[in-house]
């Protein structure tokens, strides 16, 4: 997965500030990243962009990812069409896109263009399928960040049903 954003993003998307919906205190309330914010943030398009919204965000620390599966998506024509599932390397795929939503809004706008490269997928496990009609959740929590780099521990759930977890890797790097 390779994401790439410019210094042309908003404050509010991407500038260490807080986004919609947040603050700090005693009353915290958490940040939402809607479709469009999404998109400003991601360059993946329909049929790769694995993530509808995100919800819960604290900063780079967590957030919950949401991802409504339907019917009409490219990959259940060959996976498998009699019986469709959500192949779990796109679960791992929406996972990822997750936490660099979280990194990319907390990363103070650059004039300079950033690209975000997967680097490691570590203990993934699939557990049960999901299917068209169900809502995913990726609940991702950071493990630590090392200057450039980012690694969360991210489980995919439908309801309170566990259905994929993995830990993922990320760095960020500036193009020349």
Not at 120 to 131: E, G, N, Q, S
């Amino acid at each position: 997965m390779s994401v790439e954003t410019g210094g042309e993003l908003g404050s509010e998307s991407a500038g260490g500030g807080l986004g919609a919906g947040e603050s700090l205190g005693a009353g915290e309330s958490l940040g939402v990243a809607d479709i469009h914010e999404i998109l400003r943030l991601l360059p993946h398009r329909y049929p790769f962009l694995l993530v509808d919204r995100v919800i819960n965000i604290r900063g780079d620390e967590r957030g919950v990812g949401i991802k409504h599966i339907t019917i009409n998506e490219p990959q259940f024509t060959g996976h498998f069409p009699e019986n469709p599932i959500m192949p779990g390397v796109l679960m791992i795929e929406g996972m990822a896109q997750t936490a660099c939503v979280l990194a990319l809004r907390v990363t103070a706008p650059r004039q300079q263009r950033r690209s975000i490269f997967f680097m490691t997928i570590d203990k993934a496990k699939f557990r049960k399928p999901a299917v068209p009609g169900d809502t995913l959740e990726y609940h991702v929590h950071k493990i630590t960040r090392r200057r450039n780099m980012w690694w969360y521990r991210a489980e995919a759930k439908v309801g309170d049903t566990l259905i994929a977890e993995a830990e993922v890797g990320a760095a960020m790097v500036a193009e020349a």
